[in-house]
């Protein structure tokens, strides 16, 4: 993996990240495929939208069709017959998320299937054997993932217990061709925040995510976070905060040195009917839409904008049909990609803080999603 | 609209009906597309699979999004953006399968709505109203579909009675652009059938449709009622045997003199797991597919078939993701259309009756649905 910062415009970067299935312009939004499907979408049309990496997660492939068969299968990419990179989580948010069903130690934690109730045990070496088993180009390390709030001596627990696992996953790791990058734990407090970044950078890591944000903290916690860990992050080393993708929080996050995203936020708003557009978000089911018979975006050149109604597409999902959540979902994915676009082009002609002007605050996208948008 | 029978080959007749949306290669099947969409599939998609007319249901469209809608919407075609030929179904089979929610009566039916319970009332000039408003290139009149099995005099009644309402059809139906067939009635009663499709004659109609079959009867009932309809029918218009579409009853039909099909039989089955190959069908779901990495079919050209393995397929029906239905659904339509492209090639080469044998019978394809598997 190589990575290049092109330019910068205040804190925001333009990159260019090289990794083995392909070259990725950087700040990048990744698609969330968790099951190794992008949710109502193939991977020809995400080809089509323009995405240029999606994330995939190993606690889900690991349960589910498990891993030694996606190994057999040539990887994640032959699997699903997706081309360009992927990005694996580690499922470290997900086994932690399994509230009274998992128990942790320093060794691993113990948890429970969501899909059958069976026990399984995750090491930081297993995460690691499971995410070189799918083989994709850029894997996470195994983190503990502190829920928010929390009282500050376990928040400082759980990352110290991060790094560790952090140094075990760097050990176990050998595979060359992937990139392993480790997450920067720490809650809301700052100097927690730096720590774990420092110990990261002294175990070293191609790549850093920022984990355990916008899990109901308010967003100016957030975006504090981001503000301390910017001048102590390298520069030369991407940074990618997990689990974000409103477009206010992309904007944000950019403005503020992030390089890469993800969320399942435009995928599962989509299948509710929820819309982004040029000019705000919409609700498809609202009865305005009955008989309007104009496009969902006229600025969009997305299947959805070019040949179908919003009279069409309310109709749709009034009626339950599967082709709404694919239209709708097709559309919020180019929107967001072609939004990183507009972004990069900004960061380009130094003009970004004008850009969140004219369109973000415009348009209402500044605190028009909520936390729980962002939601896992 | 023009029909021309180009060739027979015993009672089987090769065809091509001219349109308004287009021409079309009969023996044809029709894709179900109930609300204005054929489930988990797009137009684009059905074009490319080489669709040639699809189904839409009156009764249905009445209800939601109403057809005045679509009338505004330019008709269905615009609405729901496919640019070749529609047929609309009266919708008097879903009325009458609405046990218990309505009453018959020599002027129409008092139903109420399967959606929230509202009370409306079908005439035979309603229902035109309705499927002119649609404004597909082929409607169905508004017919009477009795139960089976039922007593002989019951049948007789609702035969008659679909008779006098496809006069009362026919008179107010002026759309010069947009077809009209009548639909035989008279359950398993041959002397009942004849006497329909005489009557039915008489009023005139440039097409048939061949209604309440495929409701629970044995096959071989189904296909005496042909055999007594094929020398009565006039041979210059088209006969359309409606909700059927199982690949042995559609080798049936067109051996019994039938030109058009509709079923939802495809795209239902695919959507739990069946698909139809070269070689007999199969259930993804089964054990023995879970490491297979070779294609659903390797004779098939779809995209399932091109791009992914029985695993990967099997894994996304496991996981519940949409592109299951997806790929599932294009891939039986894309087989039934292929068939029935090979079911007009026998019939140019006069090997129909051969090629039932080397294929419907050798891969099991006969008997290998109930008619539940037909049930609308």
Same mark, same amino acid.
């Given at each position: 993996m190589k990575f290049t910062v092109l330019k910068t415009s205040g804190r925001a970067r333009l990159g260019r990240l090289e990794l083995p299935h392909g070259v990725?312009?950087?700040?990048?939004?990744?698609?969330?495929?968790?099951?190794?499907?992008?949710?109502a979408i193939s991977p020809e049309e995400l080809e089509a939208i323009g995405a240029q990496i999606i994330l995939c997660n190993a606690?889900?492939?690991?349960?589910?069709?498990?891993?030694?068969?996606i190994r057999e299968a040539g990887g994640l990419n032959a699997f699903m017959?997706?081309?360009?990179? /992927?990005?694996?989580?580690?499922?470290?948010?997900?086994?932690?998320s399994l509230k009274g069903?998992?128990?942790?130690?320093? @060794?691993?934690?113990?948890?429970?299937?969501? /899909? @059958?109730?069976?026990?399984?045990?995750?090491?930081?070496e297993k995460v690691m054997e499971i995410e070189q088993a799918l083989g994709a @180009?850029?894997?996470?390390?195994?983190d503990e993932c502190a829920p928010w709030p929390d009282e500050k001596p376990s928040v400082e627990a759980a990352m110290e217990r991060t790094s560790r696992w952090a140094r075990r996953c760097r050990q176990s790791h050998v595979q060359q061709e992937q990139a392993l990058f480790g997450i920067v734990q720490g809650g809301t407090y700052g100097d927690l925040r730096a720590r774990s970044a420092e110990q990261l950078m002294d175990i070293g890591f191609p790549g850093y995510g920022i984990g355990g944000l916008s899990v109901g903290e308010p967003k100016e916690e957030m975006y504090r976070i981001l503000e301390t860990l910017d001048p102590i992050l390298p520069?030369?080393?991407?940074?990618?905060?997990?689990?974000?993708?409103s477009p206010d929080c992309l904007i944000e996050g950019v403005l503020r040195g992030v390089d890469m995203f993800d969320c399942v936020l435009p995928t599962r708003t989509a299948r509710t009917g929820t819309?982004?557009?040029?000019?705000?978000?919409?609700? /498809?089911?609202n009865a305005c839409h009955t008989r309007d018979f104009s496009p969902v975006d006229p600025e969009c050149g997305c299947p959805l904008c070019r040949n179908y109604s919003r009279a069409y597409l309310r109709h749709l999902f009034m009626a339950g049909e599967i082709l709404a959540c694919r239209l709708a979902t097709y559309h919020n994915l180019q929107f967001l990609t072609d939004l990183m676009a507009k972004i990069r082009r900004a960061i380009a002609n130094d003009s970004l803080v004008k850009f969140k002007e004219d369109f973000f605050i415009k348009y209402g996208y500044i605190d028009s999603f909520s936390a729980d948008d962002h939601a896992q």
């Amino acid at each position: 993996m190589k990575f290049t910062v092109l330019k910068t415009s205040g804190r925001a970067r333009l990159g260019r990240l090289e990794l083995p299935h392909g070259v990725i312009d950087t700040p990048v939004f990744m698609p969330v495929g968790t099951q190794a499907a992008v949710k109502a979408i193939s991977p020809e049309e995400l080809e089509a939208i323009g995405a240029q990496i999606i994330l995939c997660n190993a606690y889900h492939l690991y349960l589910r069709p498990g891993h030694e068969l996606i190994r057999e299968a040539g990887g994640l990419n032959a699997f699903m017959n997706w081309k360009r990179p /992927i990005l694996t989580d580690s499922g470290g948010f997900q086994v932690f998320s399994l509230k009274g069903m998992r128990k942790i130690g320093e @060794d691993g934690v113990l948890f429970q299937s969501h /899909i @059958d109730g069976s026990k399984h045990f995750f090491t930081p070496e297993k995460v690691m054997e499971i995410e070189q088993a799918l083989g994709a @180009d850029i894997a996470m390390a195994f983190d503990e993932c502190a829920p928010w709030p929390d009282e500050k001596p376990s928040v400082e627990a759980a990352m110290e217990r991060t790094s560790r696992w952090a140094r075990r996953c760097r050990q176990s790791h050998v595979q060359q061709e992937q990139a392993l990058f480790g997450i920067v734990q720490g809650g809301t407090y700052g100097d927690l925040r730096a720590r774990s970044a420092e110990q990261l950078m002294d175990i070293g890591f191609p790549g850093y995510g920022i984990g355990g944000l916008s899990v109901g903290e308010p967003k100016e916690e957030m975006y504090r976070i981001l503000e301390t860990l910017d001048p102590i992050l390298p520069t030369e080393k991407p940074r990618y905060l997990m689990g974000v993708g409103s477009p206010d929080c992309l904007i944000e996050g950019v403005l503020r040195g992030v390089d890469m995203f993800d969320c399942v936020l435009p995928t599962r708003t989509a299948r509710t009917g929820t819309l982004l557009t040029s000019r705000g978000k919409l609700n /498809i089911r609202n009865a305005c839409h009955t008989r309007d018979f104009s496009p969902v975006d006229p600025e969009c050149g997305c299947p959805l904008c070019r040949n179908y109604s919003r009279a069409y597409l309310r109709h749709l999902f009034m009626a339950g049909e599967i082709l709404a959540c694919r239209l709708a979902t097709y559309h919020n994915l180019q929107f967001l990609t072609d939004l990183m676009a507009k972004i990069r082009r900004a960061i380009a002609n130094d003009s970004l803080v004008k850009f969140k002007e004219d369109f973000f605050i415009k348009y209402g996208y500044i605190d028009s999603f909520s936390a729980d948008d962002h939601a896992q």
